[in-house]
């Protein structure tokens, strides 16, 4: 053990939780020792589990609070999936129209019949640029829509999944801002004011985010073909800058949300409970079922494994990395995680500052969800 000092709070029966907690930060499972965590679960409503500790900055001379905001990368994607879902909800955009339908030059080069619901279940074959790109270019989002609009896709759209690190930002908040007139990170403010949660993180708030250590090595993506070349591989797969004022103030759904895991746990709650969130209706249950059920299941072309998608959430059918019921979720580059258990009204968020190579299932978060299961 270590004499870390643990703050926030932790309902008594979820004792060996915290344990697990305290343990990640001496004796990690594959040496990711935190620098930096937090662990957040709502059960029925309820945060019965809020806990962090550690440094916010790489120097150690700013505690890690529960103000502090995480980059959680793709993990903001279960966010972004629900954002969808209210507008589906709200009866601006449905699942099954096609994207061309609310953006006409999306149709070129073979995609005009691309669902919604194709598009965020990974499944639009555009998981980057088919000629590689300076990485400046992702800072300029309409040259990024034109050039995606204009490409045909690497395999035929509707045949397979193909997880898109960062495209699926840009493309997804595009059918969204063209079906309700505003940005996804502008409904999340809007929407969601009390979650501190954020796409676009305005320049006021940029003295509250933890500074991240990257990753040792790079994360295994199986054999290198051209698609997962151009979806993580090449200089312009992902933005440059990372960590940059310009990379947080940026909108990408898909890759740059900064939040607290106590928000994302509540904002996945509303999948956890029946589409409520702490009183109101957020999503009534044919939008739940819409949004959670499979809409493709197999060897997904990018990551190396065998993917079952929702509309936007990662199932946990065949991947049990969100514990052992059937949950949804997300991990983000580094290790972060949030998912909802709708069997057990359950949702949990992990955030940390020390990155793992780990694309998915990373082993700290895992953990913890081991024994929050063993406590329930």
């Known amino acids: 053990m270590t004499d870390i000092e643990i703050h926030g709070s932790c309902d008594p029966r979820f004792g060996a939780v915290k344990d697990v907690f305290v343990a990640n930060f001496s004796d990690a499972p594959e040496g990711l020792n935190e620098q930096a965590a937090r662990f957040s679960v709502v059960l029925d409503g309820e945060a019965v589990i809020d806990l962090w500790a550690g440094w916010a900055d790489t120097a150690r001379t700013t505690a890690f609070n529960a103000d502090t905001l995480a980059p959680v990368f793709s993990t903001?994607?279960?966010?972004?999936?629900?954002?969808?879902?209210?507008?589906?909800?709200a009866g601006q955009v449905d699942y099954d129209q096609t994207v061309?339908?609310?953006w006409p030059a999306f149709g070129a080069a073979g995609k005009q019949a691309v669902t919604v619901a194709q598009l965020m279940s990974h499944q639009g074959?555009?998981?980057?640029?088919?000629?590689?790109?300076?990485?400046?270019?992702?800072f300029d989002p309409q040259a990024v829509l034109e050039r995606l609009a204009a490409q045909a896709p690497m395999w035929e759209p509707g045949t397979a999944s193909g997880y898109h690190p960062v495209t699926v930002g840009y493309l997804a908040n595009e059918v969204y801002r063209r079906a309700t007139g505003?940005?996804?990170g502008q409904a999340l403010r809007q929407d969601f004011p009390d979650l501190d949660l954020w796409i676009g993180l305005p320049e006021g708030e940029h003295g509250r985010v933890a500074q991240m250590r990257k990753p040792t090595a790079a994360p295994s993506l199986g054999p290198i073909d051209p698609i997962k070349q151009a979806a993580f591989l090449d200089r312009g797969s992902a933005p440059g800058g990372r960590g940059s004022a310009e990379w947080r103030r940026m909108e990408i759904p898909s890759a740059n949300l900064h939040g607290t895991a106590l928000g994302l746990a509540r904002m996945l709650g509303v999948v956890a409970k029946g589409g409520r969130l702490e009183g109101r209706s957020v999503l009534s249950a044919g939008?739940?079922?819409?949004?959670t059920r499979e809409r493709i299941h197999g060897p997904d072309k990018v990551l190396p494994?065998?993917?079952?998608?929702?509309?936007?959430?990662?199932?946990?059918?065949g991947l049990d990395v969100f514990g052992p019921g059937a949950a949804l979720g997300h991990y983000g580059w580094g290790g972060s995680m949030a998912m909802a258990d709708p069997s057990h009204r359950l949702s949990a968020a992990y955030v940390m500052t020390r990155q793992s190579p780990h694309l998915i299932g990373d082993p700290r978060p895992r953990r913890l969800l081991e024994a929050l299961y063993s406590a329930l």
């Not at 903001?76 to 909800?89: F, P």
């Open 76 to 89: 903001g994607k279960a966010v972004m999936a629900i954002l969808m879902a209210t507008a589906v909800e």
């Open 305 to 317: 494994y065998v993917v079952s998608w929702a509309a936007g959430l990662m199932r946990n059918d």
């Open 182 to 184: 505003r940005t996804m």
């Open 287 to 291: 939008t739940l079922e819409q949004l």
């Open 100 to 102: 061309a339908s609310l």
């Open 125 to 138: 074959g555009l998981p980057g640029f088919s000629e590689a790109v300076d990485p400046a270019l992702w």
